[in-house]
């Protein structure tokens, strides 16, 4: 059998993004999937979309903002998310992260950048819209992190997260986490069950 491909989708500042790869990253270890990871700027995708954040389109509900905490603790309840902290920045701009995956990509380091990056955003309770924080996680991760978060000024690195958000919006998404096994599009990270029965037949 051929090695099955998934194209995901994510933006450093989605708690539903690092959920669906946590998962992801036990599915990938039980059935061969290979996760390819793609930035994009998830307010881009509201901007080009028309759509809004949770927190802001349901935030007058008092009812719906406490199911979805209900929803989130669930999740990480039963996926045994034991190092999941909600980030007291929370919302944080990530236009620097998201920049800086571009530029970690360009530099073929894409792969070792993004683990500790979200590790930080949702385990470690760090800023990453600092610069220095961001430059300190990557440093500890063996990254040179000055030199990527100084690439992320680069206009092509600037060009090129535009270019990627564009495009995932014209595959269909509008939100994140979205995911792609071959044309078929999931979204969220309740989606992830699906495509783990799908590998599985």
Not at 53 to 61: E, L, N, S
Not at 107 to 124: L, S, T
Not at 138 to 162: E, F, H, Y
Not at 188 to 201: A, N, P
Request: aromatic share 10%.
């Amino acid at each position: 059998m051929s090695t099955q491909i998934l194209d995901l989708y994510y933006d450093f500042g989605s708690p539903n993004a690092y959920f669906a790869r946590e998962v992801l990253k036990a599915v990938s270890a039980q059935t061969g999937l290979m996760v390819i990871e793609h930035p994009v700027l998830i307010g881009g995708i509201f901007k080009l979309t028309h759509n809004q954040p949770p927190w802001q389109a349901f935030g007058g509900c008092a009812q719906k903002m406490a199911y979805m905490q209900l929803e989130i603790k669930r999740f990480v309840e039963d996926h045994k998310l034991v190092d999941f902290r909600f980030n007291s920045a929370f919302p944080v701009n990530t236009l620097l992260a998201m920049r800086t995956a571009i530029a970690a990509r360009k530099a073929g380091v894409h792969d070792r950048f993004v683990e500790p990056v979200f590790k930080a955003m949702w385990e470690d309770n760090k800023n990453i819209s600092i610069d220095e924080v961001l430059i300190g996680v990557l440093d500890d991760a063996g990254l040179d992190g000055s030199t990527l978060v100084a690439a992320a000024q680069d206009p092509d690195v600037k060009q090129g997260l535009m270019d990627a958000t564009q495009a995932v919006v014209g595959r269909g998404a509008f939100g994140l986490p979205t995911f792609f096994l071959g044309d078929d599009m999931y979204f969220g990270k309740d989606r992830v069950h699906v495509v783990e029965s799908r590998l599985r037949g």
